[in-house]
Structure formats: structure tokens, C-alpha cells
């Protein structure tokens, strides 16, 4: 994987961002798509997404979108590294990748697509299981009677059963490794914690699917789980929230993340970066792809993601914006 240069985030013109935003802020262009009219249904968004959006894409926005434009939804989500290198040998075909970062998307380029627009964040948290037999320690942290720095002593006990998602192939994977170095490294403790409690990269004993590792948790096998905050909150976990210089999801703490790396499975090193959520379109971009992307960051696509936890901020072109297609950056 190549490295992801933070600084491309502040690639934003200013003309192309207004238009984008005058874009959104009209209903009337969410209720018939760009170019097209409501009676189009022939089209598809089959939307490939970074399985931690898997409730909020399925349940709300799917829904939400077909009523407002009438194209129809189709999704598939994974850890979209995984998903990425699936896109890239053909292997499945949507026309919108919504991932978690741009590294992800940049395994498609140029081939594939050259922009993205990120709009919104995801926070990294620690869930927890009440039942665990960890449950006390666990509820003390999470309420500050215990300071946060023993979690990490906690997760390294013997019989402490922690679920993480593969960083091979799952962007929430590497922030969550990346986070165990930076906190033994903030908090002064010894080094060798950061290997007792992840061991290797591609750890068997606890490395689970995106999309399944929080049905585990909640099933009791395991005592604690990577997830983001608007996970937990949709799926009601108790969780233990991370300060913004562990959390990953604050651009003003970037340079701090990229002191953390991660040697991956294929020997590339990725350093840590800000957790935002960036979509593209596939290929080239049909009418309801671009629909899909243009009710996403429109006012009522936004107050959906905020209202499932996600913090949302004012779009950002990654990448070539001349590459974005005017029907996401315009009504017309």
C-alpha cells in the first residue's frame, strides 16, 4: 500500500467546494437526481463500503435514497482495504466505493478513479461486553474512576479475550494497532505491552471480520473490541472513548498519528492518519452512482450520518477535482 501524504487534504478549491455546497443545500436536487428524473429506476448505486457503515448504509441511507431519487440501492460491505484490492482484480464491480481514508481508494487508482470527497469522521473507541469478567475494571475506565492508561495493562492480561479487525486489509485494523503504540508511548508505559497485547499483525486468536466482530462482542465472546463511536452507539455497546490524540479522527492531530506505523502482512509500512470517511465513484460514473454521492453530502444524507454518530465537516476534493463529475459538484 502506498503511503497516504496527509497534506492532500488540503487540496480544496474554493470555487469547486462552493459549488459543491450550493449543490447540496437544495432539496428539490435530492428528490430528482441530477440530470434525471424521478421515474428512472432502471440504474443501480451498488455501492461497495467499509463495513463499519454497514447499519447506517443498510437501515437509513438506502432507504432514504431510493425514496428521494428512485434509483435503486445495492451494497456489499468489508474492510475496504480488502474491498479495494477486490475492485482491483474485477473481482466484484460497484460503481461507488465509500471508504475509511483515502489510502484505500488510492489501490484504484488511476485505473479506476483519481478524486474522492471526504465529509465526515469516525472515532475509534474501545467496546466492551457488561458481562465480561473484565466488566468492573472496564466501567471504571469508561467512567474515569480508573485513568485510562490501565486499560492498557487490562488488555494485557492473561485471559483477556481482545477482538481487532485485520490491518492487512481493514483501514480501522491499522488505527487500532496504531493507537496501542501511540498510547503505551503517551501514557510512559513499557514498550513490550504494545506486543503482549496485539502480538503479530495478523493475530489468529484475535482478528475478526468488520462486519462480524461486534455480533461476537455482543455475544459475549470476547471481553473487548476495536469499533467506531458510531458502531457503538448504534448497536448500544458500552464503549471507552479515546482522546483526540488516540481516537484518530482529528485533523489537527495528524502529525501526531503518523509517529505511529504498522508493518503490514506484504512488508509495505503505513503510518497513521486521520479516520475520514472518503467516497469516489467507480469507473465511469452512471446517473444513480452519481445520485448516490450527491444525496450523501446534500442536507438530508448529512443529517442522517450525524444523527448515527458521525461527525460530519465541510466536504473536501482529495485528489484531481477536475476528475469529480459535475453532477455531484452542481444541480445541473
Given amino acids: 500500500m502506498r503511503d497516504f501524504d496527509i497534506s492532500i487534504r488540503s487540496i480544496l478549491l474554493a470555487a469547486s467546494l462552493a459549488a459543491l455546497l450550493a449543490g447540496c443545500a437544495s432539496t428539490s436536487s435530492e428528490t430528482s437526481s441530477p440530470g434525471h428524473s424521478k421515474s428512472s429506476t432502471s440504474e443501480t448505486a451498488n455501492v461497495a463500503y467499509a463495513g463499519s457503515l454497514q447499519n447506517v448504509n443498510e437501515l437509513q441511507i438506502s432507504p432514504a435514497f431510493t425514496q428521494a431519487t428512485r434509483y435503486k440501492y445495492q451494497g456489499k460491505g468489508g474492510g475496504a482495504v480488502g474491498i479495494a484490492q477486490e475492485i482491483k482484480s474485477k473481482t466484484i464491480a460497484p460503481n461507488v466505493f465509500e471508504s475509511i481514508g483515502y ?25 466492551y461486553n457488561p458481562n465480561s469478567k473484565f466488566a468492573s475494571e472496564l466501567t471504571a475506565i469508561k467512567s ?30 491499522q488505527a487500532f494497532y496504531e493507537m496501542v503504540e501511540l498510547g503505551v508511548k503517551k501514557y510512559n508505559l513499557s514498550p513490550s505491552l504494545v506486543r503482549q497485547i ?11 471480520s468488520e462486519t462480524g466482530i461486534l455480533s461476537l462482542l455482543q455475544s459475549g465472546g470476547l471481553d473487548a473490541a476495536s469499533a467506531f463511536l458510531p458502531e457503538a452507539l448504534q448497536r448500544h455497546l458500552d464503549y471507552i472513548s479515546l482522546p483526540a490524540s488516540l481516537n484518530f479522527s482529528s485533523q489537527a492531530d495528524a502529525s501526531l498519528y503518523q509517529e505511529a506505523t504498522i508493518q503490514l502482512g506484504n512488508g509495505s509500512i503505513v503510518k497513521g492518519v486521520p479516520l475520514t470517511i472518503d467516497i469516489t465513484t467507480v469507473g465511469a460514473p452512471n446517473p444513480a452512482a452519481v445520485s448516490f454521492i450527491h444525496f450523501l453530502l446534500g442536507p438530508n444524507g448529512r443529517a442522517i450520518m450525524k444523527k448515527a454518530g458521525y461527525p460530519t465537516f465541510a466536504p473536501m476534493i482529495i ?7 459535475n453532477g455531484i459538484l452542481t444541480n445541473g
Fill in 103 to 127: 489510502a484505500p481508494i488510492q489501490l484504484i487508482e488511476p485505473q479506476s478513479t483519481s478524486w474522492a470527497i471526504a465529509f465526515s469522521s469516525s472515532p475509534l473507541v474501545v467496546a
Fill in 144 to 173: 474515569g474512576r480508573t485513568p485510562l492508561a490501565d486499560l492498557f495493562a487490562l488488555m494485557a492480561q492473561p485471559g483477556f479475550h481482545l477482538g481487532r479487525t485485520n490491518p492487512n486489509t481493514d483501514p480501522q485494523g
Fill in 198 to 208: 496485539l502480538g503479530p499483525v495478523d493475530n489468529s486468536h484475535e482478528v475478526y
Fill in 319 to 325: 485528489g484531481n477535482p477536475k476528475a469529480v463529475p
